[in-house]
C-alpha cells in the first residue's frame, strides 16, 4: 500500500529555532512536495522537487529551504522559525507512470512557533 | 499557473440531501483533479477529468468536465454523515509537476 510518512505529527519550535521537517515516501516516486495548508487559504506549494537534488519553488518559498538527498526523502527547513510560520505542512509525493500525477499526501505536521 | 475559483466555500446540509459544488478557470484547463480531506486528516485523491463533457461517477459521487474544460462541477446525491469534509479542485501549475488548489468547499451534512 502507497504510504508517505512524517517525521512529526506535533511540533513546538520557538522564534528562530531552526526546524527540520522530514518526509518519507515508499513507492519510488519521483516528485515530492511540500505544502503548508491554513483555515481559508487552502493549500500552498512551498517547494516542490521532481528528482533527487533537484528543487523548485513553489508559491510561497519565503523563508523555507528544501533538501532532497535521496529519492525518497524531502526536508523541508525553516532557517529561523518565525510565528507566521505556524501551520500544518502537508507533504506529497507522484508520480507520472500512470499517465496521470495523482499525488498521495502525508498525515501532515501541525507546527507551532511560539 | 492555471488558478480555479470553487464555489461555494462552505456547506451545510441535511442527510439524504443533494450537494454540489463547482469549479472554475478563466483559462482552459487540460485536466482537473478532484481531492477529498476528512476533518484531521490529509487530501485524498478521487478523480482525474480529461476530456471535454466527460462525465465520471463513482457511487453517489457525479464529476463533470465542462465542453470548454473551464469548469468542473462534483455532485454528490443525498449525502451521508461519511460525506463530511473539504472538497478541493486542482489543476496543474505551469510546471506541469505541481498542482494548484482551488480552496475548497468544506461540507458539513447534519444528520
Known amino acids: 500500500d502507497v504510504k508517505v510518512t512524517q517525521s512529526s505529527r506535533y511540533l513546538v519550535k520557538r522564534t528562530g529555532e531552526k526546524v527540520f521537517l522530514e518526509c518519507v515516501q515508499d513507492m519510488d516516486h519521483e516528485n515530492m512536495f511540500w505544502y503548508r495548508q491554513d483555515p481559508g487559504l487552502g493549500l500552498r506549494l512551498i517547494y516542490f522537487s521532481y528528482d533527487v537534488k533537484m528543487k523548485e519553488k513553489g508559491d510561497i518559498p519565503e523563508g523555507y529551504s528544501v533538501s532532497r538527498e535521496k529519492k525518497e526523502r524531502f526536508s523541508l527547513i525553516l532557517e529561523s522559525a518565525s510565528t507566521n510560520q505556524t501551520s500544518m505542512y502537508l507533504c506529497?509525493?507522484?508520480?507520472?507512470?500512470?499517465?496521470?500525477?495523482?499525488?498521495?499526501f502525508g498525515p501532515g505536521t501541525r507546527l507551532t512557533v511560539l | 499557473g492555471q488558478q480555479v475559483m470553487q464555489i461555494p466555500q462552505y456547506q451545510h446540509v441535511q442527510e439524504g440531501e443533494d450537494f454540489t459544488t463547482y469549479c472554475n478557470s478563466s483559462t482552459t484547463l487540460s485536466n482537473i483533479q478532484w481531492y477529498k480531506q476528512r476533518p484531521g486528516g490529509h487530501p485524498v485523491f478521487l478523480i482525474q477529468l480529461v476530456k471535454s463533457g466527460e462525465v465520471k461517477k463513482q457511487k453517489r459521487l457525479t464529476f463533470q468536465f465542462g465542453e470548454a474544460k473551464k469548469n468542473s462541477s462534483l455532485h454528490i446525491t443525498a449525502t451521508q454523515t461519511t460525506d463530511v469534509g473539504t472538497y478541493f479542485c486542482?489543476?496543474?501549475?505551469?510546471?506541469?509537476?505541481?498542482?494548484?488548489f482551488g480552496k475548497g468547499t468544506s461540507l458539513l451534512v447534519t444528520p
Open positions: 506529497a509525493s507522484s508520480s507520472w507512470r500512470r499517465g496521470y500525477n495523482e499525488q498521495f
Open positions: 486542482v489543476v496543474a501549475s505551469n510546471s506541469g509537476y505541481a498542482l494548484n
